[in-house]
């Protein structure tokens, strides 16, 4: 997305300006991911190579590489709107009392995301290794919350990443079961509401000294 950042503001959060996106590369991004959706929901994501979405698309090679440059490049980027359209669901909702609304906007964002285009969200949650995915999930997820404030300042670097790894392990794991379950599975949001419970639940236990498994 084209823009830049800047810090501004009192409390020193990072400002989005955005530019004009040119017509052409608009819609050539826009073709792109057209072709790579319609091919994922054919045939396998190792059997998806670029000169097979070029051709899809009706965009040469180049044009591709010079956009996305690969097609992890594009996932990362289909994950990073994923993640920063949630994020911002948490973020308007953050309390530092009461973390358990930011999460609870959290994951009905999550929901609301995966629902918008279901067919296409399940294939990929079916198709995608689950350390590809969380590869392409984990940094922009990791990044958003330190740069939103929606961790606490209490909790030091290291905890913060071991609680993130966990936690999006067991969120990645319960969506690709539910992926995997087909037409049989409960609705999606069932799934993102027993991850919000186990989360908040977490939460709240986390360092305490009587805390018990």
Not at 25 to 35: C, K
Not at 142 to 149: L, N, Q
Request: charged residues 30%.
């Amino acid at each position: 997305m084209a823009g830049r950042e800047e810090r501004g503001g009192t409390n020193g959060k990072v400002r989005r300006e955005h530019r004009p996106v040119d017509r052409r590369v608009a819609r050539s991004r826009r073709a792109i991911r057209a072709a790579f959706e319609r091919l994922v929901m054919e045939r396998p994501l190792d059997e998806i190579t670029v000169s097979a979405i070029a051709r899809e698309a009706d965009v040469d090679r180049k044009t591709f590489y010079q956009h996305f440059g690969s097609v992890d490049g594009l996932l990362d980027e289909m994950a990073l709107e994923v993640v920063a359209r949630v994020l911002d669901d948490a973020e308007a909702a953050y309390c530092e009392r009461d973390a358990d609304c930011a999460l609870a906007a959290f994951f009905s964002g999550l929901a609301r995301a995966l629902s918008e285009n279901l067919a296409l969200n399940r294939r990929l949650l079916e198709s995608v290794p689950p350390e590809r995915l969380l590869g392409h999930l984990a940094d922009p997820l990791a990044h958003g919350i330190r740069e939103r404030g929606l961790v606490s300042p209490e909790m030091d670097a290291q905890t913060f990443d071991y609680c993130l790894a966990f936690e999006l392990g067991g969120l990645v794991a319960a969506l690709r079961a539910w992926a995997l379950a087909g037409e049989g599975a409960p609705p999606v949001e069932d799934v993102t509401r027993v991850a919000q419970e186990l989360t908040s639940v977490g939460i709240r236990g986390f360092g305490q000294p009587d805390s018990t498994m």
